[in-house]
């Protein structure tokens, strides 16, 4: 350099520098401006040289930061505040990076500014290009339903939408970036996010680890869980290739639901079809033995007559009409079977006690007939239809008073309790007792243990209308084989149906 002038050299560079170049005052005058900055400003030099800085900023308030970082000392050459939209003199506007230097004298005195500005406005338009195409990204993602969320290579939150948060449930507040995947399903665990893994089960340690071995080693199958409210989760993890994991989790509850709804429905249509084909059977073997009791006595009398036998004529006639009754009950008792559907319409609260006390009046004569003692507790409320319940203990009292044991006398006890979201009702007495080996086989139709009709008449129908009954109201009825002083019927209710039915 000392072979030519300092002076030389720096105004070449001056004069040859391709960003402008402002020299200020301290009164913020321009003093001084290279080609570069008059061609990028658009003004001849009169025109330039003696205006005040201000001159050259677009905007307002962008003057009074460039006033403020000034005022501060904030080094431009690196402050990302340094960024001005500049205005040239035909109006129109570029964005540029202001570079400042004070030139200071020998007792330190700022004696001028020297402002380089670099033009990035191709550099701010891709930013705010990128900028857009994020944000645009982020409300698309923030407005899918499914849930959404990518994690690194060491299992930490990177991305994720809104419906992930949701979807995360008690961990959803805790949610950001950086938190493990193992963190949140553990959050969710411990606080009753999943059902299947509650905090208490034995069965979560297991549950969590398959959990998780499907986040780090997805088989690209999605999952269904239980959530929640009783919800359903479709959770899909995917690797991607720089060992990410990208994870959608999808609400499918309604389908799920409707998937269930649709089980239901076949297994309950594929229940009543066996129980129709076992009916069918049962009726058509019940229904013929009388028939073929009428046929075979007419016979007789037919015999008999051509044989002149008139008392045995009397004799036939007797059974043959007996056949006839007893085609007749058993008929009326299939019709009534049948009219009990399975849909229950009159809905109301039922108090237990008031149907025993009418049963009692219904059976009245008929126990004090038989000097039956009955033991009533004090019974608790149902959901249910009341006609049906009728229905349901009369049969149950009605048999405890039939089959009573020839040489005891007679108590029929009937209780009830609440237990949980269930009601109890117990039919008990000390009569001649079932055979804990039929104790399925009473409940079907046409089932019964004693075929002699002049000791105990009946059709069979009674504990099969019961069961009927009882299945209606989403309920069960079971005879307790443990008992063996007599018969003890008990029967389950939900306090309160859920009419799903
Ligand atoms: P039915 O009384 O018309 O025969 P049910 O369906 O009411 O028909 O009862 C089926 C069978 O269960 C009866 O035939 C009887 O053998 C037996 N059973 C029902 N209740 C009692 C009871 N309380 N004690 C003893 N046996 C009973």
């Given at each position: 350099m000392t072979t030519f002038g300092e002076e030389l050299v720096f105004k070449a560079l001056y004069e040859t520098f391709p960003d402008p170049v402002i020299i200020l005052d301290a009164g913020r005058v321009i003093r001084s401006a290279n080609p570069a900055a008059?061609?990028?400003?658009?003004?001849?030099?009169?025109?330039?040289?003696?205006?005040p800085?201000?001159?050259?900023?677009?905007?307002?308030?962008?003057?009074?930061?460039?006033?403020?970082?000034?005022?501060?000392?904030?080094?431009?050459?690196?402050?990302?505040?340094?960024?001005?939209?500049?205005?040239?003199?035909?109006?129109s506007t570029f964005s540029g990076h202001l570079r400042t230097t004070p030139l200071i004298d020998a007792d330190g005195k700022e004696l001028a500014l020297i402002g380089i500005i670099r033009d990035v406005s191709d550099l701010a338009r891709a930013v705010q290009e990128k900028q857009q195409a994020s944000d645009m990204l982020d409300a698309a993602l923030d407005a899918m339903p499914e849930g959404f969320a990518i994690f690194d290579a060491q299992?930490?939150?990177?991305?994720?939408?809104?419906?992930?948060?949701?979807?995360?449930?008690?961990?959803?507040?805790?949610?950001?970036?950086?938190?493990t995947a193992e963190e949140i399903l553990?959050?969710?665990?411990?606080?009753?996010?999943?059902?299947?893994?509650?905090?208490?089960?034995?069965?979560?340690?297991?549950?969590?680890?398959?959990?998780?071995?499907?986040?780090?080693?997805?088989?690209?199958?999605a999952k269904i869980y239980r959530y929640a409210d009783d919800r359903w989760l479709r959770v899909e993890n995917i690797k991607t290739k720089d060992g990410n994991t990208v994870v959608l989790r999808v609400d499918v509850t309604e389908l799920k639901r409707a998937e269930l709804a649709l089980e239901r429905q076949r297994q309950e249509l594929q229940h009543k079809n066996e129980a129709l084909d076992q009916f069918t059977a049962t009726v058509s073997h019940d229904l013929k033995a009388p028939l073929r009791h009428i046929s075979m006595f007419s016979e007789m009398i037919e015999d008999e007559l051509a044989a002149g036998n008139q008392e045995e004529v009397a004799a036939s006639a007797r059974h043959l009409r007996e056949s006839a009754r007893r085609m007749t009950r058993v008929i009326d008792s299939l019709l009534d079977y049948a009219q009990i559907a399975y849909q229950i319409t009159a809905w109301s609260e039922v108090d237990l006690d008031d149907i025993v006390a009418d049963t009692l009046g219904v059976l009245g004569s008929h126990a004090r007939e038989a000097?039956?003692?009955?033991?009533?507790?004090?019974?608790p409320k149902v959901h249910g239809d009341p006609e049906l319940l009728r229905r349901l203990v009369q049969n149950l009292v009605g048999n405890a008073i039939k089959y009573r044991h020839p040489h005891r006398r007679p108590i029929v006890r009937v209780s009830g309790r609440a237990a949980g979201q269930?009601?109890?009702?117990?039919?008990?007495?000390?009569g001649i007792g079932i055979d804990p080996r039929f104790a399925l086989r009473i409940f079907e139709v046409f089932q019964r243990l004693h075929q002699d009709e002049s000791i105990y008449g009946g059709?069979?129908?009674?504990?099969?209308?019961?069961?009927?009954?009882?299945?209606?109201?989403?309920?069960?009825?079971?005879?307790?084989?443990?008992?063996?002083?007599?018969?003890?019927?008990?029967?389950?209710l939900p306090k309160r149906m859920r009419k799903t039915r």
């Open positions: 008059l061609a990028k400003f658009g003004y001849p030099v009169d025109a330039f040289i003696g205006q800085a201000r001159l050259i900023y677009a905007d307002d308030q962008e003057y009074a930061r460039r006033l403020h970082n000034r005022a501060a000392g904030v080094d431009e050459r690196i402050a990302r505040t340094s960024t001005y939209s500049y205005i040239r003199r035909d109006g299992e930490r939150l990177l991305v994720y939408n809104r419906a992930y948060v949701t979807i995360c449930g008690p961990a959803g507040p805790l949610i950001r970036p950086g938190i553990q959050i969710a665990q411990e606080n009753s996010h999943y059902p299947d893994a509650l905090p208490d089960s034995p069965d979560w340690p297991a549950w969590m680890a398959h959990r998780m071995q499907d986040f780090r080693q997805p088989d690209n199958r000097d039956v003692t009955f033991e009533i507790a004090p019974l269930h009601v109890e009702l117990v039919v008990e007495d000390n059709t069979g129908i009674g504990l099969a209308l019961a069961k009927r009954i009882v299945e209606s109201h989403n309920g069960s009825i079971r005879l307790d084989t443990g008992f063996t002083e007599g018969a003890r019927f008990v029967v389950t």
